[in-house]
C-alpha cells in the first residue's frame, strides 16, 4: 500500500469576497499566484490527493464559478488526485436565508453538482469520488432546526449521488464532525431513510485538541468501524423505495437533463451496497486558547507531529483506508458570507502545519525535510502514547461557544 498517497490533505480556498459584488473582477492573477503557492507548499510535503472544499454559495455568486474553475484547474493540472467537497447552500436558495439552511428545493443541489461536474469535464478534468455536504452534524453547515429528520438532506444527498455516478465519479458522504453518540443517531437516521445504499464511502471527522476533546477517543480504527458498524445496523433496504418516491416528487424542480439523470438512478439504484469508510479530516489545534494550564508551544507542535504518525500507522493497516490531514497554514480567515458563524472560533485558525505568518511548525519543517518517512522516524525516538494523550486538552469552554451550543436542536 502506498502509505503516502493514501494520507491526503485537506484544502479550502476562499474566493475573494468582491466575487459577490462584481462579475469580471480584475483580482484573478492575483489569487492564483496565491493558490499557486499553496500547490508548490503542497508539492513540498509531498502531498499526492487533496479534498478541495468547492462552495456552491460561491458558485453561485456574480463571479464565483470563474474563480472555482480555476483554482480547482489549477490544482488538478498541477497533479494533484483532487476529491471537491461540495457544500453550503447559496443563501437566497436556503429555507433560513443562510449558507447552513437546508435549500427551499432539494433537487437544486443536484443541478449545482451537474452544473459543476459539466464545467469541469469542458475543462478536460475528471473526479475519481466527489464528496457530498461537508459535517452535516453542525448547526453551521446544516439547519437541524428546518430538518430534524434529515429527509431534505437525504433527497438532495440522494439525487446528487445520481448524477455523480452519471459523470463516472463516486460518492462520498461529507464526514460527521466527531464520532460520538449524538452524531451516530444522526448518522442512523440517513442510513433508515435509504441513503447510505447510494453511497461508495462515508467519511468521518476525528479533530483534535477542540472544544470538546476533552478525554481521549477510541483509535482511529475502533472509530472507523464503529461508523461501519452504525450504518450496517441502521441500514433498511425496504426504505429505498421511500427515498426513490421523495426524489421522484420533487424532481418538477430541476431542468429536463438533470431530471432525466436522476430518473436513470432511480431506475438502477443499489440498495444492498456496503460504503468504505474514510477518515476525511484529521488534525489538531496547536493554539493554548482556552488552557487553565498553558503548555509549551514545543509541546503542542509535538502533539500535532505523533498524531499525524499515528494516522500512518492506521493506513498500514488500512482501517480507516484513506485519510485527509487538515491543514497546511493557520489562517483567521473571513466567515463566509451568510453562514450561520456569528462570531470568530480561534480554535479553528491554528490547525495548520504551518503559522499564518509562514512560519513552519515542527510538523512541517519534518515533512518539507523528508515527508511521511521523516515523521514516522522522529515519532519512533519518543513515547507516542504520551503525547496521544495529551491531545486530549480539555480547553475551557468559552461563553460564546456555550452559546452556540444552545442553538435549537429538536435532534438532540
Known amino acids: ?26 483580482c484573478l492573477d492575483e489569487y492564483l499566484s496565491a493558490v499557486n503557492r499553496t500547490i508548490s507548499k503542497l508539492k513540498a510535503r509531498r502531498v499526492q490527493r487533496i479534498r478541495l472544499g468547492v462552495s456552491w454559495a460561491d458558485w453561485d455568486s456574480p463571479s464565483g464559478h470563474v474563480f472555482i474553475e480555476s483554482y480547482v484547474a489549477a490544482y488538478w493540472h498541477s497533479g494533484f488526485d483532487v476529491m471537491p467537497c461540495l457544500y453550503l447552500v ?10 447552513g439552511g437546508p435549500p427551499a428545493h432539494p433537487l437544486e443541489f443536484a443541478e449545482f453538482v451537474y452544473d459543476f461536474l459539466k464545467s469541469m469535464q469542458a475543462l478536460g478534468m475528471s473526479f475519481a469520488y466527489i464528496e457530498l455536504w461537508n459535517e452535516y452534524t453542525e448547526y453551521t453547515n446544516w439547519r437541524l432546526d428546518l430538518d430534524p429528520e434529515l429527509e431534505i438532506f437525504t433527497t438532495m444527498i440522494a439525487a446528487a449521488s445520481f448524477v455523480v455516478r452519471h459523470f463516472g465519479s463516486h460518492s462520498v458522504l461529507g464526514g460527521m ?9 444522526l448518522m442512523r437516521k440517513i ?12 467519511g468521518f471527522h476525528a479533530l483534535r485538541g477542540t472544544w470538546s476533546d476533552r478525554q481521549p477517543p477510541p483509535s482511529l480504527s475502533e472509530q472507523c468501524r464503529t461508523v461501519s458498524r452504525v450504518a450496517d445496523e441502521a441500514a433498511r433496504p425496504s426504505a429505498c ?3 426513490a418516491l421523495r426524489i421522484h416528487q420533487a424532481r418538477r424542480h430541476v431542468r429536463p437533463v438533470v431530471r432525466e439523470i436522476i430518473n436513470s438512478g432511480l431506475a438502477t439504484r443499489p440498495c444492498s451496497h456496503q460504503p468504505d469508510i474514510w477518515l476525511t479530516e484529521y488534525g489538531f489545534s496547536t493554539t493554548n486558547t ?28 488500512g482501517c480507516p483506508k484513506r485519510i485527509y490531514w487538515y491543514g497546511l497554514r493557520d489562517s483567521s480567515r473571513l466567515k ?18 504551518t503559522y499564518e505568518n509562514d512560519c513552519p511548525k515542527l510538523l512541517g519543517k519534518l515533512l518539507v525535510a523528508g515527508g511521511p518517512e521523516r ?12 503525547y496521544l494523550q495529551d491531545a486530549s486538552l480539555g480547553r475551557k469552554v468559552p461563553s460564546e461557544y456555550a452559546e452556540h451550543m444552545r442553538r435549537p436542536r429538536r435532534w438532540q
Not at 177 to 185: C, I
Not at 191 to 202: E, F, Q, W, Y
Open 1 to 26: 500500500m502506498n502509505i503516502e498517497k493514501n494520507l491526503g490533505y485537506v484544502v479550502w480556498e476562499e474566493i475573494p469576497r468582491i466575487c459577490y459584488e462584481q462579475e469580471y473582477p480584475d
Open 90 to 99: 447559496p443563501p437566497q436558495k436556503s429555507l433560513s436565508g443562510t449558507s
Open 177 to 185: 464532525a466527531g464520532v460520538h453518540p449524538r452524531n451516530l443517531e
Open 191 to 202: 442510513a433508515g431513510r435509504g441513503l447510505l445504499s447510494l453511497l461508495d464511502v462515508i
Open 241 to 243: 423505495s421511500r427515498l
Open 290 to 317: 482556552g488552557l487553565v494550564q498553558p503548555l509549551e508551544q514545543l509541546r503542542l507542535e509535538k502533539i500535532q507531529v505523533f498524531l499525524y504518525a499515528d494516522a500512518l500507522a492506521h493506513l498500514v493497516h
Open 336 to 353: 463566509l458570507p451568510g453562514s450561520e458563524i456569528d462570531w470568530n472560533d480561534v480554535i479553528w485558525f491554528h490547525f495548520g502545519d
Open 375 to 386: 515523521v514516522c522516524s522522529y515519532a519512533a525516538e519518543d513515547d507516542m502514547a504520551s
